[in-house]
C-alpha cells in the first residue's frame, strides 16, 4: 500500500517538479535510497523574509503511510517561530496524527510548510526569541533576524540543490 | 499491495492535462480513491457522502473512527457498497488508454493540408513513434467508442476552438499504433533478492513474484495466478475480458461471510493461532505479527466481499503474505534499490517525460 502510493507520488512529482508554475517554491523532491526517505529543496515564498533563501527538507515516511503522516524536517538552520531551531523540527498541525488526512501527498505537506513560512502560528512557538518578537509586533526586528540566519544557514546556490 | 511498479505504468490524472480535453482530467480524478489514489476499488460510500475503496477506508478506520475527508465520525458500519460506481470504475479503466490516445494532441508539420482518409493512413507511422505515457494493456481490442461517442467528443473538442493543424475527425478515426514496449538496457539490483535485472524486468514483475515466492518458514499458498494478474502488464486488463464475471458473478468466487474483529485482550495466543490457521493463514511469528496479520486479512477479505468481482481467497493469502513481507523488508531496511538503483528510476522517469513534450 505505502510503496505503491509512494510510487505514484514519485511519478507525480517527475511531472510536477520543478516544471509546474504551480510550485514555483519548490526546486526538488526526491526519494534517496528508499521510497521512505526523501529530500526536498524550497525557496522562500515571495514577500516573506525567507525569499532569495533555500532551505533543504528531511522527510521520513512510515511504512504505515498514507494512513499516518509523514515527518518531515529542515536540513539546514531556519529562523522561524514555529521550526525548532536546533532539530529542524516543524509544529505544523497536519503533521499530527490527529490532524492528517490520508488524501494528503507529500507535495500538500510542503505546500503547507511554504504557507507556514509566510504564516507563522505565534501560540505554538518552537522559537520562543523570534516568536516574541512576532507577538509584540516589531516586524522589522522580526524580519530582520530571520534574514540574518537566512543569510548564514540558507543554502546557497554552490552548495547544488540537494539530489 | 507492494513491490516497486513500473514507472510506465503508473497512471495518474494529469495524463490528460496536456490533451485535447484537459477537463476529463477532473473525470480520472472523480473516480480515484482519495487514500490510495488509485482507481476505486470495491468503493464503499460513507454517510457523510465520501467514497473510499473498501479496503483503504477499512484499514483507516482500524485506528481513526473518522472520514478522512472531512472527519465525521464513521465507523465500518457507516458504509455502504457503491455498486454502480464500481461498474463504472471497471468501464472507464477499460476505454482509459484509448482514451487517452484520442485526445492526445499530435504534433504535425504546420503545412500540412486538409488531413485526408488516406494521408491519415500514411501518417500512422509518425503516430506510432508517439510515447505512451500510459499502461500497456493485454487487451488490444479495439471497440471502446461507439459513434454516438464520437460525436459527442468531436462537439467537445470544437468547442475548445483549439488551434490545430490535424482535422478533428482524422485523430478519432486514425488506426491504432501498434503496442511498444520501450525496451531498456539499463538494470538494477532486486531489493529482495538483491540479484540484478533489466530496470523494466525489475520494475515490472520480478519484485511482485520475488515477494510472492513463499518463505520456507510460512505455508503461504504460492499462487501465479496472483503474480500474473497484478503485474503492469495484467493489472489494466480490460473488463470487455471480464464481462462474464462481472455482470454474472461467478458463483464459485463468491465469498462468503465477512470476517468479525477480535478482541485480543480476551485471546490466547494458542487461540489466535487456531483463528489463523482455521483461515489458512500462518501462525508464525510474535503475537505482534499474529495480530497485524489477523487485521491485515480481515481488511483484505471484508473489502474482497464488497467486491463486485471478488478474488479467489487464495490470493488474498498472497496478497498478505506480499503486505507482510514488504513491511519486514522496511522493517530490516533492505529495500534499497541503492543510488544507482533510483537514478536509474529517475532517468528513466525523465526521459519518458522529455519524450512527452
Ligand atoms: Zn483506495
Ligand atoms: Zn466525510
Ligand atoms: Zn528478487
Redesign the pocket.
Known amino acids: 500500500m505505502a510503496t505503491k502510493r509512494l510510487m505514484k507520488e514519485f511519478s507525480l512529482v517527475q511531472k510536477s517538479i520543478p516544471s509546474d508554475s504551480e510550485y514555483p517554491n519548490i526546486l526538488t523532491l526526491q526519494p534517496q535510497d528508499t521510497l521512505f526517505q526523501w529530500k526536498g529543496t524550497i525557496s522562500g515564498p515571495k514577500d516573506t523574509p525567507f525569499e532569495g533563501y533555500k532551505w533543504g527538507l528531511i522527510i521520513d515516511i512510515p511504512h504505515t503511510y498514507p494512513s499516518s503522516p509523514p515527518s518531515v524536517k529542515f536540513a539546514n538552520k531556519i529562523c522561524h517561530p514555529n521550526v525548532n531551531f536546533q532539530t529542524g523540527e516543524i509544529c505544523l498541525n497536519i503533521l499530527n496524527q490527529e490532524h492528517w488526512s490520508p488524501a494528503w501527498n507529500l507535495i500538500n505537506v510542503i505546500v503547507a510548510i511554504l504557507q507556514l513560512l509566510g504564516n507563522p502560528e505565534p501560540l505554538s512557538p518552537l522559537n520562543i526569541d523570534v516568536s516574541n518578537l512576532l507577538k509584540l509586533g516589531d516586524m522589522s526586528a522580526y524580519d530582520g533576524l530571520i534574514k540574518y540566519y537566512a543569510v548564514r544557514y540558507g543554502l546557497k546556490d554552490e552548495d547544488g540543490i540537494l539530489d | 499491495m507492494n513491490g516497486y511498479t513500473d514507472i510506465n505504468s503508473i497512471t495518474d490524472p494529469t495524463d490528460f492535462k496536456s490533451t485535447r480535453v484537459p477537463k476529463l482530467f477532473e473525470v480520472d480524478s472523480l473516480l480515484r ?1 482519495h ?2 489514489k ?1 482507481f ?2 470495491s468503493p464503499m460510500l460513507t454517510h457523510c457522502g465520501h467514497t ?2 473498501s ?2 477506508i477499512r484499514r483507516y478506520l482500524l485506528n481513526t473512527p473518522k472520514c478522512p475527508i472531512c472527519s465525521k465520525e464513521l465507523r465500518e458500519s457507516n458504509l455502504c457498497r457503491n455498486v454502480v460506481l464500481e461498474q463504472l470504475v471497471i468501464s472507464y479503466k477499460g476505454l482509459r488508454k484509448e482514451l487517452l490516445e484520442k485526445v492526445q494532441i499530435q504534433e504535425e508539420p504546420k503545412n500540412v493540408p486538409q488531413v485526408t482518409e488516406s494521408l491519415v493512413i500514411e501518417n500512422a507511422p509518425v503516430a506510432s513513434t508517439t510515447p505512451k505515457p500510459e499502461v500497456i494493456y493485454l487487451d488490444e481490442e479495439d471497440s471502446a467508442f461507439d459513434d454516438s461517442i464520437d460525436e459527442d467528443l468531436t462537439i467537445l473538442l470544437e468547442s475548445k476552438k483549439r488551434k490545430q493543424t490535424v482535422s478533428i475527425d482524422s485523430i478519432l478515426k486514425r488506426p491504432k499504433p501498434p503496442l511498444q514496449r520501450k525496451i531498456t538496457t539499463e538494470s538494477g539490483t532486486c531489493p529482495i533478492c538483491s540479484k540484478v535485472f533489466p530496470i523494466e524486468i525489475l520494475m515490472g514483475r520480478h519484485i511482485d513474484e520475488c515477494l510472492a515466492v513463499p518463505k520456507p518458514s510460512s505455508n503461504y499458498a504460492s499462487n501465479s495466478t496472483y503474480t500474473n494478474s497484478h503485474t503492469s502488464l495484467g493489472k489494466a486488463k480490460s473488463p470487455s475480458t471480464e464481462d462474464q464475471s462481472y455482470y454474472q458473478p461467478k458463483e464459485s468466487n463468491t465469498v462468503q461471510q465477512k470476517l468479525t474483529k477480535l478482541d485480543y485482550s480476551s485471546l490466547s495466543t494458542t487461540q489466535l493461532k487456531s483463528k489463523l490457521s482455521k483461515l489458512e493463514l500462518p501462525t508464525n511469528g510474535t503475537r505482534n505479527e499474529l495480530e497485524t496479520r489477523y487485521n491485515e486479512f480481515l481488511i483484505l477479505w471484508n473489502a474482497n466481499c464488497d467486491s463486485v468481482q471478488p478474488k479467489n481467497p487464495k490470493l488474498l493469502r498472497s496478497q498478505l503474505a506480499k503486505w507482510e513481507s514488504a513491511i519486514k523488508v522496511k522493517a530490516n531496511g533492505t529495500e534499497k534499490l541503492g543510488k544507482a538503483g533510483w537514478s536509474d528510476l529517475i532517468r528513466q522517469a525523465r526521459s519518458t517525460m522529455k519524450s512527452k513534450d
Do not use: T
Request: charged share 10%.
Open positions: 480513491c487514500i490510495c488509485e476505486l476499488s473510499f475503496c479496503g483503504c
